[in-house]
T-cell receptor, first 110, second 116 residues
Framework: QKEVEQNSGPLSVPEGAIASLNCTYS??????FFWYRQYSGKSPELIMF????GDKEDGRFTAQLNKASQYVSLLIRDSQPSDSATYLC??????????FGQGTRLTINP | DGGITQSPKYLFRKEGQNVTLSCEQN?????MYWYRQDPGQGLRLIYY???????QKGDIAEGYSVSREKKESFPLTVTSAQKNPTAFYLC???????????????FGPGTRLTVT
């Protein structure tokens, strides 16, 4: 069983709609959770992190964490074509290492 | 201008040759990491170092070697023993764990290695 799982997509969302990206993890001891955006051919860029249950908002992005369900999500409101990218979920399991999911490819259609 | 630099951006080698990828950071981060990414895949950890003169194997260390002689530098050597070396190689760094740091890592621009 993979430690961090994401739907690989592609996820296609119309411009202006809400994009919802999901991630589940297997280690209940996981402490902090990260979302990275990766444009094609580029390196990952950190866009959100969360470590407490509930929601964390930053501009058009909202990260949601539910530790009981071992589930973390990223919502992108008012999606723009520039949001088209692969989104990587990463989990810190207590050591100074991150475990990454395989990423969800998101396409925003004008 | 703080950041992580990797060079070169593209690298071509013949099979059987060792090649060293450079990674330098001026963020004063303690920890540094090397990942490999294959097309359509997530990131797999090769090696990491939490302090100068110390490093640990990640999930796919076979065929790779590293050194950490300076805090700012963490070069990766891809040896001829690595069976499928063609990939996108990413270097990252992180502050030591502890408030406010929660383990977030920041990435360099990457080196795309092609071995034929």
């Amino acid at each position: 069983q993979k430690e961090v799982e994401q739907n690989s997509g592609p996820l296609s969302v119309p411009e202006g709609a809400i994009a919802s990206l999901n991630c589940t993890y297997s280690d209940r001891g996981s402490q902090s959770f990260f979302w990275y955006r990766q444009y094609s051919g580029k390196s990952p860029e950190l866009i959100m992190f969360i470590y407490s249950n509930g929601d964390k908002e930053d501009g058009r992005f909202t990260a949601q964490l539910n530790k009981a369900s071992q589930y973390v999500s990223l919502l992108i409101r008012d999606s723009q074509p520039s949001d088209s990218a692969t989104y990587l979920c990463a989990v810190n399991q207590g050591a100074q290492k991150l475990v990454f999911g395989q990423g969800t490819r998101l396409t925003i259609n004008p | 201008d703080g950041g992580i630099t990797q060079s070169p951006k593209y690298l071509f080698r013949k099979e059987g040759q060792n090649v060293t990828l450079s990674c330098e950071q001026n963020l004063n981060h303690d920890a540094m990491y090397w990942y490999r990414q294959d097309p359509g895949q997530g990131l797999r950890l090769i090696y990491y170092s939490q302090i100068v003169n110390d490093f640990q194997k990640g999930d796919i260390a076979e065929g790779y070697s590293v050194s950490r002689e300076k805090k700012e530098s963490f070069p990766l050597t891809v040896t001829s023993a690595q069976k499928n070396p063609t990939a996108f190689y990413l270097c990252a760094s992180s502050m030591s764990l502890g408030l406010p740091n929660k383990g977030e890592q920041y990435f360099g621009p990457g080196t795309r290695l092609t071995v034929t």
